[in-house]
C-alpha cells in the first residue's frame, strides 16, 4: 500500500507545473507527511490522556487540523467532498491561511526543545510548490491513506522515505548533499559503537541518515528497559541543519524511523564560534558527513583557529572541539583532505594526529557517493590521546560503481571483520606516526601490498566518468556565472 501511495504521489507532482525535480516530489511529500503525522500523534496523546483521567491541548487549533481542512470525515470514514476543500479554495487556505499559522509557532514557543518550536522551523520558509490545487488535493487525498499509528508501519514508510531521498540525491548534486549510501552509514557506526547513555551528534545532519541508523543500532542492541527506551527518545540524538528543505526531511525521516521530537536545531553550525564551545555542550559521539567542495565566508572562518574557506575542514574543527575526551567520531571527507599541501590543510592534520588517535582510515573508491566523481576517506578517531599507529583499509569492490550498482554492505564485510583486530590483508596495512613527514603530515594510503595498480574499468566505464566530471564542471562554470 505505502509503495504504491509514495508512487502515485510522484505521479501528481510531476504533472503539477510547480514541482520540477526530485527535490520539489520530497518537499512537499514531507510538509504533507508530516501535518497528517502530528494529526495522529495528537490524537494518540488525546486518546492516552482520556484514558488515564487527564486532558491533552492540541497544538494545533481545529480550524487547522488535518480532520478539519485536508480530510474531514463522513460517517463511514470516507472524505467529505461538502466540507472538504479543493481547487482554488484549497490552495489559497493553505498559502494564505495554514502556512502563516504554523510560522508563528516559533515565535510563541516556550523554548527551541518543544515541538512547538519545531512546527514553527519547518514551515518558516517552506512554501507550498504546488500550483494546482487539484492537484494539491490529490496529493492530500493519497497521504490520507497512510497510517503512522504501529511501529511495522512507520518501519516500512521510513524505507520508502529514504528511497526517495536516494532519488532525490541521484537526481542532481544539490540533492546529494543530502544523502550517503545507508551500507556506508551502518559500517561506519558499527566501528564507533554508540553506547546506550552517550549523547551522539551530526552537525551537518543532511536526511538525518546517521542518526537515525544509531537510533536503530542501539535500539536493537538490547531489550530496552522503559527509562532506557526514553532516554533513546529524548536525550540521545542531536544535530543540526543550515538548509531548510534538508531540515524538514532529516525531522521526517527520524520521526519515520520512531523519534517522536528530534532534537535537530535549524542553524548554520559554523556560525558558532568554537571557543565558546563550553563542557556542557560536548559530546561523546559524532557521526558526519560534512558537505565538501563548499565555501564560506571570512566571518565564518573567523570562528576558528585554523583559517580556511572548505566548509568540510571548519566542520572537522568544530567536530574534535565539541568532542569529550574518550569521545569518537567517523567523518566522510574528500581524500584531497589527507594530502593537500595548502597551510590550512597540513595545520588540521597535525591537530588531528596530536589532539586525537586516527585509529583507522577507510578509503572509498571512485563511485562510492553516486552522482559525483568526488573520491573520499572516512577518519574513525577517539579524541584525548595523539595518534601512534593508523590502519589503512583501501576497498576494493572489484567493479565500477555508480547509481546502477551502488555500494552494497557485502562489500564493507571484509573491512568490519578486519577494522576490530587491525587486521592486515591485500587491502590493508599499518603505518606508524614515526613514518609519516612531521613538516607535512601527509597521510596519503599508498597500500604497501600492491605494487601494480591496474585500471579494471572498461572503456565504457571510463568514458562514462568523463562524461560525468565534464558536466559537473559545467555545472560550476553555470553556477559561477550565475553567482557573478
Known amino acids: 500500500m505505502f509503495e504504491v501511495a509514495f508512487r502515485n504521489l510522484d505521479d501528481i507532482f510531476h504533472k503539477d507545473a510547480g514541482c520540477s525535480s526530485e527535490l520539489d516530489y520530497i518537499e512537499a511529500t514531507s510538509w504533507l507527511l508530516?501535518?497528517?503525522y502530528l494529526d495522529d500523534f495528537e490524537s494518540d496523546k488525546e486518546a492516552a490522556a482520556k484514558l488515564n483521567g487527564e486532558t491533552y491541548t492540541r497544538l494545533i487549533s481545529n480550524e487547522y487540523r488535518w480532520t478539519t481542512w485536508a480530510a474531514p470525515k463522513t460517517a463511514e470514514g470516507k472524505i467529505d467532498y461538502s466540507?472538504?476543500?479543493?481547487?482554488?479554495?484549497?490552495?489559497?487556505?493553505?498559502?494564505n491561511k495554514l502556512f502563516p499559522y504554523l510560522r508563528r509557532f516559533r515565535a510563541d514557543a516556550e523554548n527551541a526543545d518543544t515541538l512547538q518550536y519545531k512546527i514553527?522551523?519547518?514551515?518558516?520558509?517552506?512554501?507550498?510548490?504546488?500550483?494546482?490545487?487539484?492537484?494539491?488535493?490529490?496529493?492530500?487525498?493519497?497521504?490520507?491513506?497512510?497510517k503512522f499509528r504501529s511501529s511495522e508501519d512507520r518501519h516500512e514508510m521510513s524505507g520508502l522515505y529514504e528511497d526517495k531521498i536516494k532519488n532525490m540525491g541521484n537526481a542532481g548534486r544539490n540533492g546529494g548533499e543530502y544523502y550517503t549510501p545507508r551500507p556506508l552509514i551502518r559500517t561506519i557506526v558499527q566501528v564507533i559503537n554508540p553506547k546506550l547513555g552517550d549523547k551522539v551528534y551530526d552537525g551537518a545532519v543532511g536526511s538525518a541518515g546517521f542518526l537515525c541508523e544509531a537510533y536503530e543500532?542501539?535500539?536493537?542492541?538490547?531489550?530496552?528497559?522503559?527509562?532506557?527506551?526514553?532516554?533513546?527518545?529524548?536525550?540521545?540524538?542531536?544535530?543540526?541543519?543550515?538548509k531548510s528543505l534538508a531540515?524538514?526531511?532529516?525531522i521526517m525521516n527520524m520521526i519515520l524511523h520512531g523519534i517522536e521530537a528530534p532534537n535537530i536545531i535549524h542553524t548554520n553550525t559554523l556560525a558558532e564560534n568554537i571557543a565558546d564551545i563550553e563542557e556542557k555542550d560536548k559530546v561523546d559521539v559524532v557521526l558526519a558527513n560534512p558537505p565538501f567542495g563548499g565555501s564560506e565566508r571570512i566571518e565564518v572562518q573567523e570562528n576558528f583557529p585554523i583559517r580556511t574557506g572548505e566548509t568540510a575542514y571548519l566542520f572537522l574543527q568544530h567536530f574534535i572541539k565539541i568532542l569529550r575526551?574518550?569521545?569518537?567520531?567517523?567523518?566522510?571527507?574528500?581524500?584531497?583532505?589527507?594530502?593537500?599541501?595548502?597551510?590550512?590543510?597540513?595545520?588540521?592534520?597535525?591537530?588531528?594526529?596530536?589532539?586525537?588517535?586516527?585509529?583507522?582510515?577507510?578509503d572509498l573508491p571512485q563511485g562510492a557517493f553516486t552522482g559525483t566523481g568526488v573520491k573520499t576517506v572516512v577518519l574513525f578517531f577517539e579524541k584525548g590521546s595523539p595518534t601512534k599507529n593508523i590502519w589503512y583499509y583501501q576497498l576494493n569492490v572489484g567493479r565500477s560503481l555508480g547509481k546502477t550498482n551502488a555500494l552494497n554492505v557485502s562489500d564493507l564485510a571484509e573491512f568490519l571483520s578486519l577494522e576490530s583486530k587491525k587486521g592486515l590483508s591485500e587491502n590493508s596495512w599499518n603505518v606508524s606516526i614515526a613514518d609519516i613527514d612531521n613538516k607535512t603530515w601527509d597521510l596519503s594510503p599508498t597500500n604497501p601490498n600492491r605494487k601494480d595498480v591496474i585500471d579494471i574499468r572498461t572503456p565504457q566505464e571510463?568514458?562514462?566518468?568523463?562524461?560525468?566530471?565534464?558536466?559537473?564542471?559545467?555545472?560550476?562554470?553555470a553556477n559561477i556565472k550565475a553567482f557573478l
Open 120 to 146: 514553527g522551523e519547518i514551515f518558516d520558509e517552506l512554501k507550498n510548490k504546488l500550483q494546482s490545487g487539484y492537484s494539491l488535493r490529490e496529493a492530500i487525498n493519497k497521504i490520507d491513506e497512510l
Open 462 to 477: 571510463i568514458l562514462a566518468e568523463i562524461e560525468l566530471l565534464d558536466s559537473e564542471a559545467s555545472e560550476a562554470l
Open 34 to 36: 508530516f501535518l497528517k
Open 247 to 250: 531540515y524538514i526531511i532529516g
Open 217 to 242: 543500532y542501539l535500539r536493537t542492541s538490547k531489550e530496552l528497559t522503559v527509562k532506557e527506551f526514553e532516554t533513546l527518545q529524548k536525550n540521545t540524538f542531536y544535530g543540526k541543519e543550515k
Open 83 to 95: 466540507v472538504a476543500l479543493t481547487g482554488e479554495d484549497l490552495k489559497d487556505f493553505v498559502d
Open 325 to 362: 575526551a574518550g569521545g569518537r567520531c567517523g567523518i566522510v571527507i574528500k581524500n584531497t583532505f589527507l594530502s593537500n599541501t595548502d597551510n590550512a590543510s597540513i595545520a588540521l592534520r597535525k591537530q588531528l594526529l596530536e589532539e586525537c588517535n586516527l585509529f583507522a582510515i577507510l
